[in-house]
């Protein structure tokens, strides 16, 4: 399947994470949807390993937006990786 986004918006990964069974591998640049945070906390409740990286330094984003960032993928259970500078 194919979900163009901003329009699909987050209702297609929602999905994806909500059917996991056992494992979530998350890439994302910046994560502050809730409803996708929500669906992470909810997936590791349920038993399925959640990794998710960021990007550190995403272009344009504050030091504090990211360190809320990162504090909101730890509430959700999941184990926060960091990209490497060189992506």
Known sequence: MLYIEPHAGPAPMVQVITDARHMVDLNVYYLSSKPILSALRRAHAHGVNVRVILDRLPYGIKPW?????????????????????RF
Do not use: N, Y
Request: aromatic share 4%.
């Open 65 to 85: 937006m990211v360190r809320k960032e990162a504090r909101a993928v730890r509430e959700t259970g999941a184990a926060l990786h960091w990209a490497p500078s």
